[in-house]
T-cell receptor
Framework: EAGVAQSPRYKIIEKRQSVAFWCNPI?????LYWYQQILGQGPKLLIQ????????DSQLPKDRFSAERLKGVDSTLKIQPAKLEDSAVYLC?????????????FGPGTRLTVL | KQEVTQIPAALSVPEGENLVLNCSFT??????LQWFRQDPGKGLTSLLL?????REQTSGRLNASLDKSSGRSTLYIAASQPGDSATYLC??????????FGTGTRLTVIP
């Protein structure tokens, strides 16, 4: 079974630029999550999708971050404009069928550096 | 708000030693607790998941315990190996599929 795929793996941009990350979850997984992991901290949930609908985006900085999951499969996370404090690893995870006791499977992450 | 703390932040042990990693959480109203392993440049790999009704789970050389009432969990690694070197994260499941992560313990096993 293929795992969660993310691209790019690394991205370096200057502040105020825009950036987008892509995630392809495990086939058949209805629930998709985006996490932000700042160096030395644990991952923090940014947004959770169930199919193509948003379940929780309470910690997503909506003035600059946006995410979509068209067709309920792949997802993109965008930052516009980026700030220095956005430097982090952005992790995508998926689960099926998204039950409370279900395990989330994580992708390798995208390491973003904002200069 | 749920807060998860892990102690120590970093740990170095010689190969073959048994070790314990600690995790504490502030709100005992959890559905389960999960231990993850994170290797540099890679995502998280689930190691053990303990349901709130369980006291412990074992997988190979790993044993995780849960004391929900006191808000504590431990991960015991027996006969440590250099390949165990990684960051270990604990996370608690609250409602609505929310995973709250600790800050992790960076383990180095010295050959």
């Amino acid at each position: 079974e293929a795992g969660v795929a993310q691209s790019p793996r690394y991205k370096i941009i200057e502040k105020r630029q825009s950036v987008a990350f892509w995630c392809n979850p495990i086939s058949g997984h209805a629930t998709l999550y985006w996490y932000q992991q700042i160096l030395g901290q644990g991952p923090k949930l940014l947004i959770q999708f169930q199919n193509n609908g948003v379940v929780d985006d309470s910690q997503l900085p909506k003035d600059r971050f946006s995410a979509e999951r068209l067709k309920g499969v792949d997802s993109t996370l965008k930052i516009q404009p980026a700030k220095l404090e956005d430097s982090a690893v952005y992790l995508c995870a998926s689960s099926y069928p998204g039950l409370i006791t279900d395990t989330q499977y994580f992708g390798p992450g995208t390491r973003l550096t904002v200069l | 708000k749920q807060e998860v703390t892990q102690i120590p932040a970093a740990l170095s042990v010689p190969e073959g030693e048994n070790l314990v990693l600690n995790c504490s959480f502030t709100d005992s109203a959890i559905y389960n607790l999960q231990w993850f392993r994170q290797d540099p440049g890679k995502g998280l790999t689930s190691l053990l998941l303990i349901q709130s009704s369980q006291r412990e789970q074992t997988s190979g050389r790993l044993n995780a315990s849960l004391d929900k009432s006191s808000g504590r969990s431990t991960l015991y690694i027996a006969a440590s190996q250099p390949g165990d070197s990684a960051t270990y994260l604990c996370a608690v499941y609250t409602g609505a599929n929310n995973l709250f992560f600790g800050t992790g313990t960076r383990l180095t096993v010295i050959p």
